[in-house]
């Protein structure tokens, strides 16, 4: 019998230490079994190191620590922490995990399956459940009928061909340190959907999201909320060399309008 191919699980982590070991934990038992599962630390201040040490003996495990100096701007940070990994793994398959988040047991089987089917689709997102103190809630498929957008669900919810990652890397390097609102999970969906065209959802809920920490930042119409809207149509003219049309668009003009409120 054929021999699955190797996937690997990035986490990356910076002061999750409550939470760090449900995710990793989410990996180890998975229903696919031939994983590599690689964390990065980004020099946490509480008791991660502590909670990775747990799992030295793992052989599926692989841990790092980053060494270098932190830009302390949180898009940047978790973008170059999962570059980092991504240079390290050696999976045909690659899926993304924020430490504060978890998989379902079934979430690296299924994205393994859509890749086998679709041999075109290079960037498959699943859909998330979203968690808050509350409640927990399944998250559709859609978004605002005015937005120009597609749904890019959380960097949680994000696999990809590891192709795909080298495509993305030679034309986006040089922007990988501006649109600091910008962050790695959007920068890949908006390349794979307007530029390959090779984006798919899968829509099954197979990642639990908390709505934590930088998302209660982009709260929808504040300040930060209309900066990263600005930004994110900026980044998609600076990667499509303006071939991207959207300068007519309800959406792009209603952010030009709120931006320019901001500077009054």
């Keep these: 019998m054929k021999k699955k191919p190797l996937i690997s699980i990035l986490i990356i982590n910076y002061n999750n230490g409550k939470l760090l070991s449900r995710a990793i934990n989410s990996c180890l038992i998975q229903k696919y079994k031939n994983l590599e599962i690689l964390v990065l630390d980004d020099k946490s201040t509480d008791n991660s190191v502590k909670v990775l040490n747990s799992f030295k003996k793992n052989k599926k ?19 170059n922490g999962y570059l980092k990994l991504f240079q390290k793994s050696k999976g045909l398959f690659v899926c993304l995990l924020d430490s504060d988040d978890y998989f379902h047991r079934s979430k690296v089987h299924e994205i393994y399956k859509i890749f086998s089917i679709k041999k075109e689709i290079d960037f498959v997102q699943n859909l998330p459940f979203i ?54 999970g959007f920068r890949m969906g908006v390349f794979a959907f307007f530029c390959l065209k090779k984006f798919y959802t899968l829509n099954m809920n197979l990642t639990f999201y908390e709505s934590l920490g930088q998302s209660k930042k982009y709260r929808k119409l504040n300040k930060n909320w ?39």
Aim: glycine share 0%; charged share 30%; proline share 2%.
């Design 61 to 79: 495990i692989k841990i790092f620590y980053n060494k270098n100096k932190k830009k302390n701007i949180a898009a940047l940070d978790a973008m």
């Design 131 to 184: 968690k808050n103190s509350l409640k927990t809630e399944k998250k559709n498929n859609k978004n605002s009928q005015f937005s120009f957008w597609p749904y890019l669900a959380p960097e949680s919810c994000i696999s990809f061909r590891k192709k795909f990652m080298i495509k993305f890397l030679k034309v986006n390097y040089k922007f990988l340190n501006n649109f600091k609102d910008v962050w790695l």
């Design 226 to 264: 209309i900066i990263r809207r600005k930004n994110s149509f900026e980044y998609l003219r600076s990667i499509s060399n303006n071939k991207i049309e959207f300068n007519k668009n309800l959406d792009f003009l209603i952010t030009n309008f709120l931006t320019k409120l901001l500077r009054k």
